[in-house]
């Protein structure tokens, strides 16, 4: 069983280019999660989707990012003309419920770097 | 709202020693789980241990445990013989019953084990 998959593992974009991360949750699960970690710090959270739906968005700046999770094809997390700021790894867990006692399963993340 | 405290950024242990890394938690919400996930420099996030509010024995799982103090909102974890593998940042994490149950992130401990 495959865990959550995310691409690309390293992303270099320069400042007001488009960046999308894609997230393939585990086999079975159908809540995601989008996570933003700067660095030396803890991970942030940005969204929470499950199959064409965004549950909360309340981690999400209100400008320049979006998040989906079509019913075919995996979540992408899509950041618009991106500033230096948006250098952090972005992480995507899945999970196969919402129950706070199951455990969220992390991809690898991605690395977006702003030039 | 939420909020997680961990108050070492950083330790330094000796091989084969024990290491307690602190976390609190601020919730009130009765329902909620904790989590702990290390996260070595090569920057996945691995799942360690989790423990659930109403349960009544402190969680283990190999050589981490968890030492949970409700009453103090305290879920430090013990890492017993501690290993030159275990050198990595730690996260302890909270997810609620309510809302998106989300992670909610404390600021990570980096612990460092000398030969």
């Known amino acids: 069983n495959a865990g959550v998959m995310q691409n690309p593992r390293h992303l270099v974009r320069r400042r007001g280019q488009e960046a999308r991360l894609r997230c393939s949750p585990m086999?079975?699960?159908?809540?995601v999660y989008w996570y933003r970690q700067l660095p030396e710090e803890g991970l942030k959270f940005m969204v929470y989707?499950?199959?064409?739906?965004?549950?909360?968005e309340s981690g999400m700046p209100k400008e320049r990012f979006s998040a989906e999770f079509p019913k075919e094809g995996p979540s992408i997390l899509r950041i618009q003309q991106v500033v230096r700021g948006d250098s952090a790894a972005y992480f995507c867990?899945?999970?196969?419920?919402?129950?706070?006692?199951?455990?969220?399963?992390f991809g690898p993340g991605t690395r977006l770097t702003v030039l | 709202a939420q909020k997680i405290t961990q108050t070492q950024p950083g330790m330094f242990v000796q091989e084969k020693e024990a290491v307690t890394l602190d976390c609190t938690y601020d919730?009130?919400?009765?329902?909620?789980?904790l989590f702990w996930y290390k996260q070595p420099s090569s920057g996945e996030m691995i799942f360690l241990i989790y423990?659930?509010?109403?349960?009544?024995q402190n969680a283990t799982e190999g050589r981490y445990s968890l030492n949970f103090q409700k009453a103090r909102k305290s879920a430090n974890l013990v890492i017993s013989a501690s290993q030159l593998g275990d050198s990595a940042m730690y996260f302890c994490?909270?997810?609620?019953?309510?809302?998106?149950?989300?992670?909610?992130f404390g600021q990570g401990t980096r612990l460092t084990i000398n030969p």
């Open positions: 867990a899945s999970s196969p419920s919402t129950s706070y006692y199951n455990e969220q399963f």
């Open positions: 086999k079975g699960h159908s809540h």
């Open positions: 989707l499950q199959k064409e739906n965004i549950i909360d």
């Open positions: 919730t009130s919400d009765p329902s909620y789980g």
């Open positions: 423990q659930g509010s109403y349960d009544q």
């Open positions: 994490a909270m997810r609620e019953i309510q809302g998106a149950q989300k992670l909610v």
